[in-house]
């Protein structure tokens, strides 16, 4: 498609079970970065990926939480154990990659991914 | 770490009127990004700003770096219904973690006819 998709669009678990969120960057963009969003919050940063490598894993709220990008595309979010906590929405953002003299790229933002953990 | 302080948090305006919004920062940045999200919807970025002094308009949208690169403004002009939305704040230090936004906890934008 032309624009970042992501998977599943809403998710309900129990506490303590284990949850994979995917995302598809837009093709050609190797840039991709995780944020996650609670209610009535701005975004909290989570992880970026340029291709398969993860420079800043700086975000990541806890070990329970990991990702990894494949074949420089698709990337899967997965949280172990849930909590009660981790409810929100987790957004995925792709870009081009890389710097271009002192200007950051434009990130494209999918639609999202409701997690409710009850 | 660096905290964004964006307000206000919510306004209620009347069609046609203006709207002003800021962004403050406890530390520098060097870029900042206004974006606005709809609802069920990611972000959508509106307007960036690279360089301190910078002021940049997209339409009724204008936008401006604060000289400290430590705020930023956002104004509507002329508001119209589709202006409803969340309108974040962003800051990026680009020479040191690229692509990492730091976002400011939104703007609730609402319109009446």
């Known amino acids: 498609g032309a624009g970042v998709s992501q998977s599943p669009s809403n998710k309900v678990t129990e506490k303590g079970k284990d949850v994979e969120l995917r995302c598809d960057p837009i093709?050609?963009?190797?840039?991709l970065y995780w944020y996650r969003q609670s209610l009535g919050q701005g975004l909290e940063f989570l992880i970026y990926?340029?291709?398969?490598?993860?420079?800043?894993k700086s975000g990541l709220p806890s070990d329970r939480f990991s990702a990894e990008r494949t074949g420089g595309s698709v990337s899967t979010l997965t949280i172990q154990r849930t909590q009660q906590e981790d409810s929100a929405v987790y957004l995925c953002?792709?870009?081009?990659?890389?710097?271009?003299?002192?200007?950051?790229?434009?990130?494209?933002f999918g639609p999202g991914t409701r997690l409710l953990v009850l | 770490g660096q905290q964004l302080n964006q307000s206000p948090q919510s306004m209620f305006i009347q069609e046609g009127e203006d709207v002003s919004m800021n962004c403050t920062s406890s530390?520098?940045?060097?870029?900042w990004l206004w974006y606005k999200q709809d609802p069920g919807e990611g972000p959508v970025l509106l307007i960036a700003l690279y360089k301190a002094g910078e002021l940049t308009s997209n339409g009724r949208l204008t936008a401006q770096f604060g000289i400290t690169r430590k705020d930023s403004f956002l104004n509507i002009s002329a508001s119209i219904p589709s202006d409803v939305g969340i309108y974040f704040c962003a800051g990026q230090l680009v020479d040191t973690n690229a692509g990492k936004s730091t976002f400011g906890d939104g703007t609730t934008l609402t319109v009446k006819p």
């Open positions: 953002a792709s870009s081009l990659g890389g710097l271009w003299g002192n200007h950051q790229e434009t990130q494209y």
């Open positions: 990926f340029q291709g398969n490598s993860a420079p800043d």
């Open positions: 093709s050609g963009h190797t840039a």
């Open positions: 530390s520098i940045f060097n870029t």
